[in-house]
């Protein structure tokens, strides 16, 4: 009884859910779509009580003139009636046609606007990028499940009205009539939540025929597909996942048609019972045609009210996940803080990270421990260590991405949790190894890293230029307006991988911040450009701040600090000449590389 009753208030609260979601999206959509629903409720019950008035004056017609009058004027309101009727339709289709397109984009931009705010740490986890994908999937499902909300009140109120005009003339008879229906409503929920049960039960197999369908259609995966001839083993494991699939769901399927078939035969029995009653009743003078014709109408929208609200009921009850699982996604929390609300509006201030700790979560490895040094924002410093060592989590901490689980960051003199999010990262500029490449034009792809300057197209130019992009850009037919991809017009160029990587590096280039981050921005350039981003950088920038992470100590020994991690520890901190007296880590690697670079 309890979790019946949780049931039906989870359920109201669904429904409650989809109109306050459809009000949102369009108040004026909404009124006029509801007023058109209630209009297309009424009219079919006003066309049966007409239809028996009709019958009635003809049955009883004595061809006297009013008689003729009557009838006609009672067929022009039915003629009306019905055009109205149509027209209501027509116009219900259209506006249904908007709602359910602004529905769509305003749902899916709603979880493309959480999966932005979001941390970082959420990308982490493969649970988050699940709920992503699912919420991302489903979005259209949302608006489908709004509308079985508005259908089921709708299908609602025609049940009630035909309820109650039965109930006028024959109180048991729309009791029988729920009763006839009750086992096939019983099965056709009982399907849904199998069918729904099965859905989840194989949602990772029904993921991996996703990834195999992936794989072929992305352009990621299509060198490999063509040289290694996959597509015979992905499409077998694509099939075979399918055929399991697809027995298992015939054989569900199947078992609840064969008993949905049986039983819906029982609602038509009854029907035909009280016409049978109905027909007898005209014959011995108890009713008269009119009264069989309508109650024959109301009976018809008794049932098909009936249908339609256990039908609407069954497909929302297989949405209310869907909703249940989106209303969860959009309700996510950030970890981080962002209640902040100091601004850092100084371009110089002091960075200092004191005795910070952290780890990507609890149970996880420590990845720094106990790490601290301090920089002045107009300073060149350089991390140094091997892979892994910590240099980008340290660059992900001073850009807010994640907070320190132990210790704490200052910029000129106070917490960074005192400001607000957007006030720290605006001083930063930052190109990561793991770079990003976007398909829009090379103005867009600079200018993205500050958006509201995209018209500057002298500093676009500057930026490609100290990137060593110009060199490939400047021969392209429509030099900041091509497109770095062949994905929308033939026009568009597709980049190689250090290309792309200097299209990077002018993106960061571009962004007027104070302190610039290269994470080792170099990977997939050649010697040459590497020494020249690097050098162009110390020319152009100077007074400005940098955090420099290369493997080639070449680039960096002229920082004003340089910061030795290993295993997470900072294990030596100074000048290159302070550092290479020191005879330690550095020193060791140093030399190494300058044996390496003499033998060449
Ligand atoms: P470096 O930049 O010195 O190569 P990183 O700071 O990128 O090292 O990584 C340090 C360690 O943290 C590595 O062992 C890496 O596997 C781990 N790590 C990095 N990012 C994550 C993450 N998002 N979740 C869990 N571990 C991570």
Redesign the pocket.
């Known amino acids: 009884m309890k979790k019946a009753g949780k049931g039906i208030s989870q359920f109201c609260g669904i429904i409650c859910y989809c109109i306050r979601t459809l009000w949102g999206v369009s108040p004026k959509y909404f009124v006029i779509r509801l007023v058109l629903v209630c209009f297309s409720v009424v009219v079919p019950f006003a066309v049966i009580i007409l239809t028996r008035t009709v019958i009635n004056v003809l049955v009883g017609s004595n061809e006297s003139d009013t008689a003729i009058q009557l009838f006609f004027m009672l067929s022009v309101l039915l003629l009306v009636l019905n055009i109205l009727n149509k027209a209501v339709e027509t116009t219900n289709t259209y506006y249904e046609g908007l709602q359910r397109d602004k529905m769509d984009t305003v749902t899916k931009h709603r979880i493309m606007k959480k999966a932005a705010e979001l941390d ?2 959420f990308f ?1 986890s493969s649970a988050f990028y699940n709920e992503v994908n699912d919420a991302d999937r489903n979005s259209p499902l949302i608006t489908f499940t709004a509308f079985q909300a508005m259908d089921l009140i709708r299908y609602f109120a025609q049940f009630t009205i035909a309820f109650v005009c039965l109930f006028q003339s024959h109180p048991m008879m729309p009791f029988i009539f729920v009763l006839s229906v009750v086992p096939c409503t019983i099965v056709q929920i009982k399907q849904v939540e199998t069918i729904y049960g099965f859905q989840r039960q194989y949602m990772s197999e029904e993921r991996k025929m996703q990834y195999a369908s992936e794989l072929l259609l992305s352009r990621e995966f299509a060198k490999d597909v063509r040289i290694y001839n996959m597509f015979p083993f992905i499409s077998r494991k694509f099939l075979d996942i399918w055929n399991t699939l697809f027995a298992k769901k015939r054989k569900i399927s199947l078992w609840y048609t064969k008993l949905l078939l049986l039983l819906s035969a029982l609602p038509e029995l009854t029907a035909a019972f009280f016409l049978f009653l109905l027909g007898l009743s005209v014959i011995q003078g108890g009713r008269t045609i009119g009264d069989f014709s309508f109650l024959q109408g109301i009976m018809a929208q008794t049932l098909s009210g009936l249908y339609m609200v256990i039908s609407s009921y069954a497909q929302l009850a297989d949405g209310k996940m869907r909703i249940q699982n989106y209303r969860k996604f959009l309700g996510l929390k950030s970890k981080i803080r962002a209640d902040g609300t100091l601004e850092l509006k100084e371009s110089s201030f002091m960075v200092e990270f004191k005795n910070v700790s952290f780890r ?2 609890s149970g ?2 420590w ?1 720094l421990k106990n790490v601290s040094f301090s920089f002045h924002s107009s300073q060149n410093v350089a ?1 140094v ?10 660059v ?1 901490l001073l850009l807010r991405f994640y907070d320190p689980e132990e210790g704490q960051i200052f910029m000129g003199g106070r917490d960074i949790r005192e400001y607000t999010l957007e006030s720290v990262r605006r001083h930063f500029s930052a190109v990561f ?1 793991d770079y990003s490449n976007y398909a829009f034009t090379v103005r867009e792809s600079v200018s993205l890293s500050d958006a509201s300057r995209a018209g500057e197209e002298e500093q676009v130019i500057g930026a490609l230029k100290n990137s060593g992009a110009d060199s490939f850009t400047a021969r392209f037919p429509k030099k900041l307006d091509t497109y770095l991809t062949r994905r929308y017009d033939e026009s568009g160029q597709e980049l190689s991988g250090g290309q792309w990587q200097k299209i990077a590096i002018a993106r960061a280039f571009f962004r007027e911040a104070d302190i610039y981050i290269l ?1 080792e921005p170099s990977a997939a350039l050649d010697a040459q450009s590497e020494d020249e981003v690097f050098r162009t950088f110390q020319e152009l920038y100077t007074g400005k701040g940098a955090v420099l ?1 290369s493997h080639r100590l070449s680039n960096i020994h002229l920082s004003d600090l340089i910061l030795v ?1 290993e295993q ?1 520890v900072l294990v030596e901190a100074g000048r290159h000449e302070e550092l290479m007296k020191v005879k330690g880590i550095y020193a060791h690697m140093y030399h190494l590389q300058a044996e390496k670079y003499n033998c060449l």
Not at 385 to 394: A, E, Q, V
């Open positions: 970082l740490s982490d990507y979560g996880q490895p990845i991390l260590g091997t892979n892994g060592s910590g240099k980008t989590t340290i992900k190894q994470d992470i991690l997470g």
